[in-house]
């Protein structure tokens, strides 16, 4: 909404917490800039019948769907997965630094280039030409998104819940539409599996860009934050 859009070319930070410590359920929260913007209310079970069921098998997508749909114009940095809710004070700065949290995946560009920081081997495959520039993952709508050559493993969160960050900068002149930031996504060959665990993306409502995150614990449904 244009309280909180972030298509003005500029900078921002964008946290999404999935909360799995409430009650029996979960929720989801979304922050932009430090300040939250919205929060579900309980998610509800996946086909499994477990609404904390993070398979295995889920790679981390960056500027687009596993299948390169709804492709992001933009740049992002400093992409962060850490377990637990973390509180604003934690979230990582423009500037690459890093609160005293230890990240599950951490991918800070510049001279790391591909490679996950957290130590736990997370390591992007090779980007085409000119996908990294000026420090950053930089996207111009085409070509295929940023993927972990491993799946991310995030059952270890089923009982701390997690928090997904990083920085954006979209363009004013960016396409309309979805556009894909971050997808956990699973593997379409293996059953109940289909759809993504979660996905972060920037939407275009009534030409005012607001960050949208969504929650997909079953291929089935979509949690709008």
Same mark, same amino acid.
């Given at each position: 909404?244009?309280?909180?859009?972030?298509?003005?070319?500029? &900078?921002?930070?964008?946290?999404?917490?999935?909360? /799995?410590?409430?009650?029996?359920?979960?929720?989801?929260?979304?922050?932009?800039?430090? @300040?939250?913007?919205?929060?579900? %209310?309980?998610?509800?079970?996946?086909?499994?019948?477990?609404?904390?069921?993070?398979?295995?098998?889920?790679?981390?997508?960056?500027?687009?769907?596993?299948?390169?749909?709804?492709?992001?114009?933009? =740049?992002? *940095?400093?992409?962060?997965?850490? @377990?637990?809710?973390?509180?604003?004070?934690?979230?990582? *700065?423009? *500037?690459?630094?890093?609160?005293?949290?230890?990240?599950?995946?951490?991918?800070?560009?510049? /001279?790391?280039?591909?490679?996950?920081?957290?130590?736990?081997?997370?390591?992007?495959?090779?980007?085409?030409?000119?996908?990294?520039?000026?420090?950053?993952? /930089?996207?111009?709508? %085409?070509?295929?998104?940023?993927?972990?050559?491993?799946?991310?493993?995030?059952?270890?969160?089923? =009982?701390?819940?997690? @928090?997904? =960050?990083? &920085?954006?900068?979209?363009?004013?002149?960016?396409?309309?539409?979805?556009?894909?930031?971050?997808?956990? /996504?699973?593997? %379409?060959?293996?059953?109940?599996?289909?759809?993504? @665990?979660?996905?972060?993306?920037?939407?275009?409502?009534?030409?005012?860009?607001? %960050?949208?995150?969504?929650?997909?614990?079953?291929?089935?449904?979509?949690?709008?934050?």
């Amino acid at each position: 909404n244009a309280e909180n859009h972030v298509g003005d070319g500029e &900078w921002h930070h964008v946290a999404f917490i999935f909360d /799995s410590t409430i009650n029996s359920s979960a929720c989801t929260t979304l922050y932009v800039d430090g @300040t939250k913007v919205y929060t579900t %209310s309980t998610v509800g079970n996946n086909a499994a019948g477990n609404q904390r069921y993070f398979p295995a098998n889920k790679k981390l997508y960056i500027g687009s769907r596993n299948n390169a749909q709804f492709r992001f114009s933009g =740049e992002l *940095d400093n992409i962060r997965i850490s @377990t637990g809710r973390l509180a604003p004070e934690q979230f990582i *700065d423009r *500037d690459g630094t890093v609160p005293q949290v230890a990240p599950l995946a951490y991918w800070p560009f510049g /001279s790391a280039g591909i490679a996950d920081m957290s130590g736990n081997g997370n390591d992007l495959i090779a980007p085409p030409a000119g996908r990294l520039a000026n420090g950053a993952a /930089s996207f111009d709508g %085409s070509g295929l998104p940023l993927g972990t050559r491993l799946p991310v493993d995030l059952r270890g969160c089923t =009982e701390t819940g997690f @928090t997904a =960050e990083f &920085w954006m900068c979209l363009p004013r002149e960016a396409a309309t539409g979805t556009r894909i930031l971050l997808e956990h /996504s699973a593997d %379409s060959s293996v059953s109940q599996e289909i759809g993504s @665990t979660f996905y972060i993306a920037a939407n275009d409502m009534s030409a005012k860009m607001s %960050s949208v995150a969504h929650l997909d614990a079953d291929g089935l449904k979509q949690y709008h934050v």
